[in-house]
């Protein structure tokens, strides 16, 4: 193998390096939650439950827990703004609970983002001929209240629930993985300068 064909191996070995060098995922982590509890709230075909929620952490949410007594079906509902919301739902979908456990919803397809301290909903919706036994806990939660059907049932009760996010980047600070990339690109590029101005020299001899 030639000095040359040596070089160039060299050259694309940092790069390849450098370039396969992920930053860091952002990891989803927890940001608001409230409960368990003990009490249930009736959730019957036609009620509708909204918990008002103050996001804590700016940047995308993409899922939520939340705690049943009951083993049943029931709608879960995710919407912007602070309740009642009667418009278009940003986020449906059925679920199944189980009992005395924590029911997972991954809400990454519906790129809910949202900015420390704006208001959102978590809604859950009697589905007929099942009813489902929320779960709530007495006044722990400061960020909203719990409603139904469009009041306030009790200002002292809120839903169990943990929401996650993963938070945004800071656009004005580099990932790791671009510093890498790009400090691989200025050492292939002086690297591959080197190598042809050794074959300039050399063919001028």
Same mark, same amino acid.
Request: charged share 10%; no cysteine.
């Given at each position: 193998?030639?000095?040359?064909? @040596?070089?160039?191996? !060299?050259?694309?070995?940092?790069?390849?390096?450098?370039?396969?060098? =992920? +930053?860091?995922?952002?990891?989803?982590?927890?940001?608001?939650?409230? +409960?368990?509890?003990?009490?249930? *709230?009736?959730?019957?075909?036609?009620?509708?439950?909204?918990?008002?929620?103050? !996001? =804590?952490?700016?940047?995308?949410?993409? =899922? %939520?827990?939340?705690?049943?007594?009951?083993? @049943?079906?029931?709608? #879960?509902?995710?919407?912007?703004?602070?309740?009642?919301? $009667? /418009?278009?739902? /940003? *986020?449906? &979908?059925?679920? $199944?609970?189980?009992? +005395?456990?924590?029911?997972?919803? /991954?809400?990454?397809?519906?790129?809910?983002?949202?900015?420390?301290?704006?208001? *959102?909903?978590? =809604?859950?919706?009697?589905?007929?001929?099942?009813?489902?036994?929320?779960?709530? %806990?007495?006044? &722990?939660?400061?960020?909203?209240?719990?409603?139904?059907?469009?009041?306030?049932?009790?200002?002292?009760?809120?839903?169990?629930?943990?929401?996650? %996010?993963?938070?945004?980047?800071?656009?004005?600070?580099?990932?790791? !993985?671009?510093? !890498?990339?790009?400090?691989?690109?200025?050492?292939?590029?002086?690297?591959?300068?080197?190598?042809?101005?050794?074959?300039?020299?050399? #063919?001028?001899?």
């Amino acid at each position: 193998m030639t000095r040359h064909n @040596t070089f160039d191996l !060299a050259v694309a070995a940092v790069i390849a390096v450098l370039l396969a060098r =992920g +930053g860091p995922a952002s990891a989803a982590i927890i940001d608001q939650q409230n +409960g368990p509890g003990n009490t249930s *709230f009736n959730g019957s075909a036609g009620f509708n439950w909204e918990q008002g929620v103050t !996001a =804590g952490i700016t940047g995308q949410l993409v =899922g %939520v827990d939340i705690w049943d007594n009951s083993a @049943t079906s029931t709608t #879960l509902t995710i919407n912007r703004g602070a309740p009642w919301q $009667s /418009d278009a739902n /940003d *986020f449906s &979908q059925t679920i $199944s609970t189980t009992p +005395g456990t924590w029911t997972h919803v /991954d809400l990454s397809s519906a790129n809910l983002q949202f900015t420390a301290g704006d208001q *959102f909903s978590i =809604g859950l919706i009697g589905l007929f001929p099942s009813s489902f036994n929320g779960s709530s %806990v007495v006044d &722990q939660y400061s960020g909203g209240t719990l409603w139904l059907n469009n009041a306030v049932p009790n200002s002292i009760w809120d839903m169990s629930f943990r929401t996650y %996010v993963e938070p945004a980047q800071s656009a004005a600070v580099p990932e790791p !993985a671009s510093l !890498a990339i790009w400090a691989g690109i200025g050492i292939g590029s002086v690297l591959i300068g080197q190598r042809r101005s050794l074959k300039t020299r050399s #063919l001028a001899t």
